[in-house]
Structures are given as C-alpha cells and as structure tokens.
C-alpha cells in the first residue's frame, strides 16, 4: 500500500492550503485516516483523524481552523487548512489503517513521506 501526499507549500499568515492523500495498493477497506505533523526537533503529532463512518477528532491547536475530510470511494483523505498560523510549519504525514483482505480484520497502519507546509510573510 502506498500513500501519496500532495498540496503542501509557501502560504503567509491568515492564508489557506488543502493537502490531500490518496491510498493505493492492495486495499480491501481503510478504517481512519489522519494526518500528523512533525516540526524540526519535535514528535510527530496527531494533527486529525477521520473513520470511515466519518467521525473526526482533530488536536486542541487547529480546532475552527482545520477540516478533514474523506473519499470512501477514492481511498484519499484531505485536510483543509484556514487561517494558517506561522507556528502550523511543519511537515504533514498522512496514515491510514487498512484491512487486506475480507477474510483477514487485521488492520496494517500505512504512513506517507510527507509534505512539507510553510507559514511565513
């Protein structure tokens, strides 16, 4: 399974950005996708998350500002990103728990490289 990122940038302050993150591969069902961010120096973080029913949980810091969102049908998760602060710079990773198989409930946590966001005047 891969998952491929898109749509990080340059913004300036108060700008918007809509990353995205499509799952391919041997897919059977994804259970939540989500997306975490990780600054130089600093852990990973859990930045949202959505499950397949779309509930979300997003963290304390990006609430009102932040939206995700999901595809079932194109296995691709996004994150809409308003009122973007300079300390939002980081690097964006996307994950999802996916199911191979009907017969296997199993689920196997699949990360993306990553894309970088930048908030700067």
């Known amino acids: 399974v891969q998952l491929q990122a898109f749509g990080g940038g340059l913004v300036q302050p108060g700008g918007s950005l809509r990353l995205s993150c499509a799952a391919s591969g041997s897919i059977f069902s994804i259970n939540s996708m989500g997306w975490y961010r990780q600054a130089p120096g600093k852990q990973r973080d859990l930045v949202a998350v959505?499950?397949?029913?779309?509930?979300?949980n997003y963290a304390d810091s990006v609430k009102g500002r932040f939206n995700i969102s999901r595809d079932n049908a194109k296995n691709t998760v996004y994150l809409q990103m308003n009122s973007l602060k300079p300390e939002d710079t980081a690097g964006y990773y996307c994950n999802a728990e996916v199911r191979h198989l009907s017969a296997d409930r199993r689920l196997y946590v699949y990360w993306g490289r990553g894309t970088q966001v930048t908030v700067s005047s």
């Open positions: 959505i499950t397949s029913g779309g509930s979300t």
